[in-house]
Every structure is written in structure tokens, then in C-alpha cells.
Nanobody, 125 residues
Framework: QVQLVESGGGLVQAGGSLRLSCAASGSIFSIGAMGWYRQGPGKQRELVARIISGGRTNYADSVKGRFTISRDNAKNTVYLQMDSLKPEDTAVYYC???????????????????WGQGTLVTVSS
């Protein structure tokens, strides 16, 4: 069983900052990529930022220069530092882990994608 647990959401004024954390737990051998998605009111879920195990990143155009994604591969944890927050950043933020190699040690792993339950970020003006 693999789980993702997010933390760090909350209420912040425009221009403020928050840092989201997401920790993967379970019998995990490796994780190919981790990222953050969000879904605002009346909107579809969209990619915010993504980072692969080698460190390469990509961001949505709307957050470039304001958000920074990072990960600790040894801890299977990903972070999203959000600066200069805007009201339009208000959304539920979901952690994602892709190509998760999981299973019993000594056995061939299976690969899966895992989603967290989400953490709410509200930015007021």
C-alpha cells in the first residue's frame, strides 16, 4: 500500500507565501516523478509543477517565477514553495507520484500512480 500525505495548506493574503509538503509512504523502491496539481472553483484539475528524480522541473506558465518545486528522493518527499500568491491561486492542491515502484523487497516491483487527498490553499485579497 502506497499513500501520499499533503500538508501546508491554509489561508494567506495576496502576496504572501506558503510551503506545501507531500510525503509518500509504503513499500516503495523508487518514484520516477512527483508533482503538484490543483483544481480551483469551477475549473478542471491542472498541472502546477512537476519534478523528476533527476531534478528536471516544469511549471505551469501561471506560476513560473513564483513557485518552486523540490524533492528529497531519500525521503520520497516533494515540496512546493509558493511565493507572491494571488487570489487566482486559490484551489485544492493535490500531490501526485508517478511511476512508483512498489512491492515486496526481493520481488519484482509493480508500477503505479498515486494521488494525495488534497490540501486547500485560499488566497484572499
Amino acid at each position: 500500500q502506497v499513500q501520499l500525505v499533503e500538508s501546508g495548506g491554509g489561508l494567506v493574503q495576496a502576496g504572501g507565501s506558503l510551503r506545501l509538503s507531500c510525503a509518500a509512504s509504503g513499500s516503495i523502491f523508487s518514484i520516477g516523478a512527483m508533482g503538484w496539481y490543483r483544481q480551483g472553483p469551477g475549473k478542471q484539475r491542472e498541472l502546477v509543477a512537476r519534478i523528476i528524480s533527476g531534478g528536471r522541473t516544469n511549471y505551469a506558465d501561471s506560476v513560473k517565477g513564483r513557485f518552486t518545486i523540490s524533492r528529497d528522493n531519500a525521503k520520497n518527499t516533494v515540496y512546493l514553495q509558493m511565493d507572491s500568491l494571488k487570489p487566482e491561486d486559490t484551489a485544492v492542491y493535490y500531490c501526485n507520484a508517478d511511476r512508483v515502484a512498489a512491492g515486496t523487497p526481493g520481488q519484482e516491483p509493480w508500477y503505479l500512480e498515486v494521488w494525495g487527498q488534497g490540501t486547500l490553499v485560499t488566497v484572499s485579497s
